[in-house]
């Protein structure tokens, strides 16, 4: 069995109350997704798709944007009520398709989150929280998220990191959008490395144990880590950097070697293999981002399944990524 650890999904009841409670704070760019990618909410579309890749089982998760960015906080805690009361039916219904859920969190009411948290892993038996790599503008290491961090830390499961940046951040201060896709091509695993830093220097240092999944093989992190090495050497000797104050007890490199990645780099056999070296292969979780591409998800599974059949590596760690590890932190 292999296990997809980003599978995305859009519940009709749970699309349909979003839509109205959000208004016009929903941009056209994710209108236009909900009704481009079908496969989200149309489980015979879905189903079509999975069952050309048999050994195939997914883990789900509300498909963006993050509910707190496009409703309020009344709104949100029921927004997110709905998205996960749904997929625990879409769970119970289907065992053979979905071996569990991760919990849509209310991010702009902490202590409803907290609830929702307790709620779905308790009741539901959900396998961890997904949150975005900021909320609502605020960074990852805000001193009122560390109550979730505590939570997770100790019950053990993970948090889930997914990108949160939009076509109405403009890539240049004199525009009003940005172009060219940039937003999400590289914009998403830019804005995923500063979660990142935060959460290694600003979190991981009060919170050793919290497990942490980045998405699309952890961003630039694993590409550029020689570069931050070096820029850390010439910033702490040369300029008296000290870190911004963070009370750092190892390498600073060796905080961001904590963090869990996935396999969510549309088949690049490269770009997997730079993310094992630096991750690892207890640290790395096979994923797709299903049903995001042209064909509703076929043209990803094919292509990160022939890729990860691809890296260099044991046969022993290609079963740890493409389920050991997922049944492991996720306690499955």
Not at 14 to 25: F, I, M
């Given at each position: 069995m292999k296990i997809d650890v980003f599978a995305h999904v859009l519940p009709p009841?749970?699309?349909?109350?979003?839509?109205?409670?959000?208004?016009?704070?929903?941009?056209?760019?994710?209108?236009?997704?909900?009704?481009?990618?079908?496969?989200?909410?149309?489980?015979?579309?879905?189903?079509?798709?999975?069952?050309?890749?048999?050994?195939?089982?997914?883990?789900?998760?509300?498909?963006?944007?993050?509910?707190?960015?496009?409703?309020?906080?009344?709104?949100?805690?029921?927004?997110?009520?709905?998205?996960?009361?749904?997929?625990?039916?879409?769970?119970?219904?289907?065992?053979a398709r979905f071996v569990g859920a991760v919990t849509c969190m209310p991010m702009n009411d902490m202590d409803a989150a907290l609830r929702e948290a307790e709620r779905c892993i308790d009741e539901l038996d959900f396998h961890g929280v997904e949150i975005f790599t900021d909320i609502n503008g605020k960074p990852l290491d805000s001193a009122e998220f560390f109550p979730l961090y505590e939570m997770m830390e100790i019950n053990g499961l993970p948090i889930i990191l997914?990108?949160?940046?939009?076509?109405?951040?403009?890539?240049?201060?004199?525009?009003?959008k940005s172009k060219y896709l940039t937003y999400t091509n590289f914009g998403w695993p830019y804005v995923t490395s500063l979660a990142m830093a935060r959460l290694a220097f600003g979190v991981f240092v009060k919170h050793p144990k919290l497990k942490v999944l980045t998405h699309h093989g952890g961003g630039m992190i694993p590409f550029f880590h020689k570069r931050a090495e070096f820029s850390w050497e010439l910033h702490e000797t040369c300029m008296d950097y000290d870190f911004d104050g963070a009370p750092l007890e190892k390498n600073p490199i060796d905080y961001y070697r904590m963090f869990y990645c996935d396999t969510v780099l549309q088949g690049n056999v490269p770009a997997l293999m730079c993310a094992f070296d630096f991750f690892g292969a207890d640290q790395m979780l096979f994923a797709t981002d299903t049903p995001y591409d042209s064909q509703m998800g076929e043209k990803v599974y094919r292509a990160t399944l022939a890729a990860v059949e691809a890296m260099d590596i044991s046969d022993a760690d290609r079963e740890k990524i493409f389920a050991g590890n997922a049944r492991r932190i996720f306690r499955l």
């Open positions: 009841r749970y699309l349909e109350e979003r839509n109205r409670r959000a208004g016009d704070r929903f941009t056209s760019q994710y209108k236009k997704y909900s009704s481009a990618v079908p496969a989200l909410s149309d489980l015979e579309t879905r189903f079509r798709v999975m069952d050309k890749f048999p050994d195939v089982k997914q883990l789900l998760t509300i498909a963006g944007p993050n509910i707190e960015s496009i409703t309020e906080p009344e709104d949100t805690v029921e927004v997110a009520r709905i998205a996960n009361d749904e997929m625990a039916k879409l769970v119970s219904d289907h065992p997914h990108p949160r940046r939009t076509n109405t951040t403009p890539d240049y201060p004199g525009e009003e």
